[in-house]
């Protein structure tokens, strides 16, 4: 089992929508979460941080982290065709990215 | 603009060759670390240098040896590469205490060909 697990994807939604993207992990040694977003052919970009279970809001982005269920998302409102990027979730301890769920925001 | 800045973007280079990729940032972050990624998968951790040492070396082969001359730059030296060492390079770099030690910042990258 890998220790960071995303869907793959394509994520397709229309504007205007929420797109919801999911991450699991197995390592019980992170405490902290973060998304980051990778625009093709850049290198990625931190967008999210979640030290605590319960939900995180800024701006459209909302971040929720369930412990207990080893499950960490990341909520779009009001999508736009600029947030069309792979999203990667990553834990602290080992500093693992996940396999990255690519969105597309179709207008 | 980024803060992390690398160089070159862009390096071909033969399997006998040797060159060397740099890193730089004056953020005044204490941890560095390099990623390899290639097309369509997600970054792979290589090294981690905290306070300017080394911290976590993944099983990389030797043909990759990193530098860190001081806390603002780090190096990554390269020899007798492969072909599938193809991929893009990214030097990240955070804060090494507390619990955010998650959150990298990230240079644009070097895209290494080796033929």
């Known amino acids: 089992q890998k220790e960071v697990e995303q869907n793959s994807g394509p994520l397709s939604v229309p504007e205007g929508a929420i797109a919801s993207l999911n991450c699991t992990y197995s390592?019980?040694?992170?405490?902290?979460f973060f998304w980051y977003r990778q625009y093709s052919g850049k290198s990625p970009e931190l967008i999210m941080s979640i030290y605590s279970n319960g939900d995180k809001e800024d701006g459209r982005f909302t971040a929720q982290l369930n412990k207990a269920s080893q499950y960490v998302s990341l909520l779009i409102r009001d999508s736009q065709p600029s947030d069309s990027a792979t999203y990667l979730c990553?834990?602290?301890?080992?500093?693992?990215f996940g396999t990255g769920t690519r969105l597309q925001v179709f207008p | 603009d980024t803060e992390v800045t690398q160089t070159p973007k862009h390096l071909v280079m033969g399997m006998t060759n040797k060159k060397s990729l740099k890193c730089e940032q004056h953020?005044?972050?204490?941890?560095m670390y390099w990623y390899k990624q290639k097309a369509k998968k997600p970054p792979e951790l290589m090294f981690v240098?905290?306070?300017?040492?080394?911290?976590i070396n993944e099983s990389v082969p030797s043909r990759f040896s990193p530098e860190c001359p001081n806390s603002s730059l780090l190096n990554l030296h390269l020899h007798a590469l492969q072909p599938e060492d193809s991929a893009l390079y990214l030097c990240?770099?955070?804060?090494?205490?507390?619990?955010?030690?998650?959150?990298?910042?990230f240079g644009e990258g070097s895209r290494l060909t080796v033929l």
């Open positions: 953020m005044g972050h204490r941890a």
């Open positions: 390592d019980r040694g992170s405490q902290s």
């Open positions: 990240a770099s955070s804060h090494p205490d507390r619990t955010n030690t998650g959150e990298l910042f």
């Open positions: 990553a834990g602290n301890d080992k500093l693992i």
């Open positions: 240098y905290s306070y300017e040492k080394l911290s």
